[in-house]
C-alpha cells in the first residue's frame, strides 16, 4: 500500500529509543523526512545515524525538553530551517512514576501534569498554524491502554493520559476542516525500557521476580506474549499517512486484545 509519507516532514517525539524509535523507524522507510529529539543530546544523535544509514532519510536531531516553550519554540524554528514545515506529529513522552495515590505528593502530580499533557499542548501550539495554512495535517498521540482500562499502580499515568484523550478529540472536531487528523494509539504491554522499569519496580513491592512479573502479563493477554515496538509503529504510520484521511478523533489500542470493553 502507497501510505503517501515521500517528502513529508514527521516530528517524532523522544525517539531515540522505545516506541518513539520504532515509529521514526517505520516513517523513514516510507520516505519522510524526520525531526527527531529527546532530552539526552548522546543517544539521540546516535539514533538519528542509525536511522539516516537504515533508510538513507534526512533526519534531524535536536535535543529538547518538550515541557519547556521555549525548547519547543527552538525545535520548530529547526523545522522551517530544515524543511519548511512539519506536516506529521507523534507526541510521546515517557510515563510518570508508578505507586499508589497516596506515594505522590503534590510535585510528583505536577511534574506528570507538565511531562505528559503539557508536552502534547507545547507541540501542538507550535505545529498547528503551519498544518493550518497547508490545509494537511497529521496529530498522533501516543498515550496507554490505561486511558480505557486503569492500570492498578499507575494511578499518574490514567488520569493524566486521559487529559490528553479529551484534548485530542476534541481538538480533532476544531481542527477536522482543515484536512487535519487528530488521533491517539494506546501501546498495550510492549517490549520497552519503561516496561522493564515497570516489571522491576513490581518486583520490589510485591516481592516476585522480573520474570514472573512478563509472565503475569502474558498471561493477561489473549496473544500470551508481550507486543513488539514495530507493531505499533506500523499503526502510528498507517494513521499519519494519506490513505488515513478520513480517520480522526479515535483511540486506537495495539495491545493483543488486552481491553476487554466492547468500545
Not at 111 to 130: C, E, I, W
Not at 139 to 155: D, F, R, W, Y
Amino acid at each position: 500500500m502507497e501510505l503517501g509519507l515521500e517528502g513529508k516532514t514527521a516530528l517524532v517525539a523522544a525517539s531515540s529509543r522505545g516506541l518513539g524509535r520504532a515509529v521514526a523507524e517505520e516513517m523513514a522507510k516510507e520516505g519522510a523526512n524526520l525531526l527527531i529529539c529527546a532530552r539526552s543530546a548522546g543517544p539521540l544523535e546516535e539514533a538519528g545515524q542509525a536511522l539516516h544509514d537504515m533508510s538513507g532519510a534526512e533526519v534531524v536531531a535536536v535535543p529538547a525538553d518538550l515541557s519547556n516553550p521555549d525548547d519547543v519554540d527552538h525545535l520548530m524554528e529547526t523545522a522551517v530551517t530544515e524543511f519548511g514545515k512539519v506536516d506529521i506529529l507523534v507526541t510521546n513522552t515517557g510515563g510518570p512514576p508508578p505507586g499508589p495515590f497516596e506515594s505522590h505528593s503534590v510535585e510528583a502530580w505536577s511534574n506528570a501534569v507538565t511531562q505528559n499533557l503539557d508536552s502534547v499542548l507545547n507541540l501542538t501550539r507550535a505545529v498547528l498554524p503551519g498544518m493550518k495554512e497547508a490545509e494537511w495535517g497529521r496529530i498522533i498521540n501516543i498515550t496507554s491502554v490505561a486511558v480505557k482500562q486503569p492500570i492498578n499502580g499507575l494511578i499518574l499515568s490514567n488520569a493524566v493520559r486521559a487529559a490528553v484523550t479529551g484534548f485530542a478529540k476534541t481538538l480533532a472536531n476544531e481542527v477536522a476542516s482543515f484536512g487535519i487528523t487528530v488521533n491517539n494509539v494506546m501501546p498495550g504491554y510492549t517490549r520497552t525500557e519503561r516496561l522493564d522499569g515497570l516489571a522491576e519496580n513490581i518486583s520490589e513491592t510485591q516481592g516476585i521476580t522480573v520474570e514472573e512479573a512478563f509472565a503475569n502479563w502474558e498471561a493477561q493477554n489473549p496473544m500470551g506474549r508481550i507486543g513488539e515496538p514495530r507493531e505499533f509503529a506500523a499503526l502510528v504510520t498507517f494513521l499519519a499517512s494519506t490513505r488515513a484521511s478520513y480517520i480522526t478523533g479515535t483511540s486506537i489500542p495495539v495491545d493483543g486484545g488486552f481491553i476487554q470493553a466492547l468500545l
